[in-house]
């Protein structure tokens, strides 16, 4: 099965500042027949249920600022918030959901402001 | 409006059984695999099965197999989730799912399982 690893465990990162978050799989995401990324990002505040934020690893999702980006391909992937604003307090997960299931999400990474 | 509401968890005891349900509305729910995911206490998200918009495919995630079965009834656009032998390690909310593109779109707000003698 395929593992998800993200870095870091958390970050603190001041208003305005950029936030970066990396995710790592132990095998490539990239799809052959749509040359896609099957990965993506969700956001969780606490006491909710996540949010898909970004899909296909760069897809932004309907109604999601654009200050969120993701980008990499293959093994490697970067969610990030160019400009921190005060509600993405959050953990953040990547899930890949390449081939069959299992679908594991990443640890998480938790943001909070510095 | 798209929605996803859980229900049916509670507190059970080791070995029992539960069956969790999934009311879904504002889509065509025979047109979507859809998913259960779960969140033990202060801990992140574990995938644990999806199942095909007619049934035909399911999938588990180890811990699980054996013990748990997905399905689903598209004449009332509801999923299901029947937990049986529960353990301690399956304490957790868990989250109903509607997929697309293989990404988990839209979240119900989940239901709690409490394993617990």
Known sequence: DIVM?????????SLGERATINCKSSQSLLSSSNNKNNLAWYKQTPGQPPKLLIYWASTRESGVPDRFSGSGSGTDFTLTISSLQAEDVAVYYCQHYYGNPPWPFGQGTKVEIK | EVQLVESGGGLVQPGGSLRLSCAASGFTFSGYWMSWVRQAPGKGLQWVANIKMDGSEIYYVDSVKG???????????LMYLQ??????????VYYCTKERSRALHIWGQGTTVIVSS
């Open chain 1, 5 to 13: 690893t993200q870095s870091p465990d958390s970050l603190a990162v």
């Open chain 2, 67 to 77: 013990r748990f079965t997905i399905s689903r009834d598209n004449a009332k656009n």
């Open chain 2, 83 to 92: 937990m049986n032998s529960l353990r301690a390690e399956d304490t957790a």
